[in-house]
């Protein structure tokens, strides 16, 4: 069956919650179905074994579908990948590549696999991971329930494709929140820098203000005031102050929405999501 006749599930996986939606085949694609739901992490397991079980029951009727998977940066590790123009195949890319996450992340790496955006020996690229545990478990279930997987993506790396036009300026910091996690990518003139990712351990809007001035005096950088794009659809009331130095342009612009599988604040979670600045 071509691709453009199958219906295609979208879904969003993070370690508490799925988000996903259904969409009938054909041109101009119709949504089916919506749905979010919440779960509690199992804490003897990996930390995306409940979301495997929950993704599990949503294929059970969803054979011949189209799977297209974003996971939540919770599943994913980051590396920017300094430019060197001795490095041009893709071997040497893929050994640089791995050279920089052990260098990082040390003997853990060697159970990830590992993801290269386009590379290029002036401007350097971006390597993601996940742990190959988890991707075998994703394509299992697409056997088991007779799904194609069409991509699984790091949330980071959606966010960035889906708005990247948007991101005009020299300098770019993009910060990606979800429940939990702060994502911060830094380039300068077309070039990564440095991609953090860490846990919340206070409030999303003190953390990422902390996080946000530690990269610019590691950069050593500073301009009196710095832009931030943000794109935090589950603190839909996150601000900096304004005195702060930081001047936050949120995504999404009004003229290319959020997809429609992306995690949003619902009632379930409205109250405990809420952080002003």
């Known amino acids: 069956m071509l691709p453009l006749w199958r219906d295609r599930i979208q879904v969003f ?11 009938k085949r054909g041109f101009k694609p119709v949504q089916l179905d919506k749905a979010t739901v919440f779960f509690e992490p199992n804490g003897n397991a990996q930390d995306w074994d409940a979301a495997l079980r929950q993704l599990d029951q949503v294929l059970s009727g969803g054979s011949g579908t189209q799977i297209a998977i974003v996971l939540s940066n919770h599943f994913v590790r980051y590396a920017a990948l ?4 001795e490095i ?10 791995q050279f920089r996450m052990q260098e ?5 790496a060697e159970s990830w696999v590992l993801s290269v955006s386009n590379w290029n020996p002036v401007d350097g690229a971006v390597c993601a991971a996940i742990p190959r545990d988890l991707l075998t478990r994703l394509e299992q ?10 991509h ?16 005009q300026n020299e300098k770019i910091y993009l910060a990606v929140i979800e429940t939990g996690r702060i994502c911060i990518a830094i380039s300068y003139n077309g070039k990564w820098q440095s991609i953090r990712n860490q846990r919340i351990l206070h409030n999303a809007a003190d953390d990422l203000l902390a996080a946000l001035d530690q990269e610019v005096i590691w950069s050593g950088t500073k301009e009196t005031l710095e832009s931030v794009y943000l794109f935090a659809p589950e603190y839909p009331g996150l601000t900096l102050p304004s005195q702060s130095g930081w001047q936050v342009v949120t995504l999404p612009q009004k003229n290319l929405p959020v997809p429609a599988y992306y995690p949003t604040v619902t009632a379930h979670q409205s109250d405990q999501n809420q952080c002003p600045a």
Request: with cysteine; hydrophobic share 40%.
């Open 152 to 167: 699984v993506e790091p949330y980071l790396a959606s966010v960035y494709d889906h708005w990247c036009a948007h991101l």
């Open 88 to 97: 041009n195949t893709p071997e040497e890319v893929k050994s640089y590549a």
């Open 141 to 150: 279930l697409m056997v088991t329930h007779g799904c194609k997987l069409q």
């Open 13 to 23: 996986l993070a370690p508490a919650r799925l988000d996903w939606v259904r969409l």
């Open 82 to 85: 300094p430019p060197q123009s």
């Open 104 to 108: 990082i992340y040390g003997e853990r």
